[in-house]
């Protein structure tokens, strides 16, 4: 064996439990939820094909009993979702995620903020991160103290603020998603994101904003000019991964805080994919759905790859 085999062989060799884990717990799976995607099977009983039956139940309408039905009583809708939860639940995950440019924005902010040179800069930096590193569950159920109703911290600082009757926040359809939206705000805007813009901000040449400063340009033009161009990479980034984790998330805040309600108003589709798999056990069903929010993920990012990519490479 000449040695380059040997080198080869070598290098497969400590490939192999890494791609033995990847085929058993990724390739696998995801095969696997293929197939039960065109079957029905609740886990006590052999799967059984039932074709493109699970997405027409998903994706299909059916004529209406009702003809009264309408729409703001202006015409009528002959037509029905076959399963109405489903939109629900998908538009539940979309407006969830319209927090998503205001924690990129807030995230912006605090990196600009920590990127001055300020004594202690590192003992703020680190107080701001800590949050995204703690115990999941631990902070959420200290979110769901602070949203109570009646003894919850945020309530009683507006009963002092003058405030008569506080919001519900987690016991009403109106607060539930914007309670959920801004304890993810706050959360977001000093992890990650903050850490990847400080980051980029720090690679940004020096030399660019003394030659501005020269010319006199001010703060804000050397903002507008310099900064945002240069970390525009940086923003496609956090923002293609971050619509891609609005729509793979959810189910933790909501299973913990509201158990999607109040009237499924906190559900999500992952959530969605829970119960049909987990308490329901209609693993068939749960595959179609996962599946299907596959596609939306990627129609998303591939559309969001090709008119946001070119503003990036523009700058």
Known sequence: MTDRRREALTAYVFLLPNLVGFVVF????????LY?????????RPARWVGLQNFVSLLGFSRSSDDSTSILGLWRVPYVANDPFFW??????AFLMLAIPFTLFGSLLLALALNRKLRGVVVYRTLYFLPSITAGVAVLVLWKWLYNTDLGLINSVLTQMGVARPPDWLGS???S??????????????????????????????????AAQ????????????????LIAPTTFFL?????????????????????GGPAGSTMTLEYYIFNKAFVVFNMGYASA??????????????????YGGRSVQYH
Do not use: C, H
């Open 26 to 33: 990724t390739a696998g799976p995801v095969a696997a939820s």
């Open 36 to 44: 039960l995607a065109f079957t029905r099977w609740d886990l006590f």
């Open 88 to 93: 629900q639940y998908l538009y539940n995950t």
């Open 173 to 175: 359809s109106s607060w």
């Open 177 to 210: 998603k914007p309670a959920l939206m801004l304890m993810g705000f706050v959360m977001g805007v000093g992890g990650a994101s903050m850490i990847l813009y400080l980051a980029a901000l720090q690679g940004v040449p020096r030399e660019l904003y003394e």
């Open 214 to 229: 020269l010319d006199g340009a001010s703060g804000r033009q050397q903002f507008a000019s310099i900064t945002w161009p």
């Open 239 to 259: 923002g293609i991964m971050s619509v891609i984790g609005g729509f793979q998330g959810g189910f933790m805040q909501a299973y913990i805080m509201t158990a």
């Open 289 to 306: 759905i996962a599946w299907v929010l596959f596609v939306i993920i990627l129609v998303v990012s591939l559309a969001t790859w090709k």
